[in-house]
């Protein structure tokens, strides 16, 4: 999640959507932790990190990017450049710093039927990055799903001329960034290679999310809608940041960063029609072997009983 300024500045209504929270019925199975840093099998060859061990930024590099380490934490035990998570899907996952706490983040990378690439969420892009992309496919498609993670916006479309560059509904028009719309009555562009749908949740105009899910995996993405929470590994800071968005945080959003609830039931239930068995949420594990509905509707209960 990209996260608005602190609290001083901003109301606690204005920070992110789905609570840093752990659904008791979900198990989460994390990653053995692998003593130094390396990359997937997949990019290895194709985009070894530079001897020094720097990884630098592509420009434009982000006003932000400071908060987006290039390190391996609790939010990439594995210490990978980007992982595998099943066939034509994979993970980036980083060092994500607000206020000095990481909350994780993670761009997750599907390849389409035609061979290229479809980014969602992306974060920092380094030469090492841009390298293993290289290694799996042409990037074709960039989303920036939501209006607080467009950090990396610029950087992305700099680096990839060609592809289809995709924001919020009506943001580029606001923002000026070089971004078209997601669909905002939910028809998938031919960009999506048939592959992915998507749903847009204009019930909730701060942030203006998309979510999408991919088909032939089962994979939903999504980026503040949903959050986990792992269960260990996490710093003692982060697991006090985490209970501060479960206790404070969530009940400010449900009660109101929806405007409309009967628009978010109908949104909502598009999404559960849907179904699938793994979430990669851009803060948290990746949910293997779920079912993605239930989870949701532990996670949106009170909501979802109105």
Not at 47 to 53: F, L, N, T, V
Not at 89 to 114: M, N, S
Not at 268 to 277: C, H, T, Y
Request: aromatic share 8%; hydrophobic share 45%.
């Amino acid at each position: 999640m990209a996260f608005l300024p602190p609290p001083s500045t901003a109301t606690a209504a204005a920070l992110s959507s789905g609570a840093f929270r752990r659904d008791g019925a979900v198990s989460v199975r994390r990653p053995a932790r692998i003593s130094g840093v390396r990359m997937g099998p997949d990019a290895a060859a194709a985009a070894a990190a530079d001897g020094d061990g720097v990884d630098p930024p592509l420009a434009p590099v982000p006003n932000r990017a400071g908060r987006v380490k290039v390190r391996r934490g609790w939010s990439n035990t594995t210490g990978e450049l980007i992982r595998r998570v099943c066939e034509d899907v994979w993970v980036v996952e980083r060092a994500y710093d607000w206020l000095t706490v990481d909350v994780g983040g993670k761009t997750t990378v599907i390849r389409l039927p035609d061979g290229s690439l479809f980014v969602h969420a992306p974060l920092l892009l380094t030469v090492s990055l841009k390298r293993a992309l290289a290694a799996l496919g042409p990037v074709s498609v960039i989303v920036v799903p939501n209006t607080e993670h467009v950090d990396g916006a610029a950087q992305w479309v700099a680096s990839y001329p060609d592809a289809v560059a995709l924001g919020p509904p009506g943001y580029a028009a606001r923002s000026g960034k070089p971004l078209a719309d997601v669909p905002a009555d939910n028809t998938p562009p031919p960009s999506f290679g048939g592959v992915i749908e998507h749903t847009f949740f204009g019930s909730m105009p701060l942030f203006s999310e998309s979510v999408f899910f991919h088909r032939p995996s089962g994979t939903l993405l999504t980026t503040d809608l949903y959050w986990n929470w792992p269960s260990a590994g996490v710093p003692a800071r982060t697991r006090f940041f985490a209970a501060g968005m479960d206790w404070v945080y969530k009940p400010v959003y449900q009660a109101l960063l929806v405007r409309d609830k009967g628009r978010w039931a109908e949104e909502m239930g598009r999404v559960l029609a849907w179904g699938g068995g793994r979430i990669i949420p851009c803060h948290g594990d990746v949910l293997e072997g779920v079912d993605v509905p239930a989870v949701l509707r532990a996670h949106y209960a009170s909501l979802l009983r109105e």
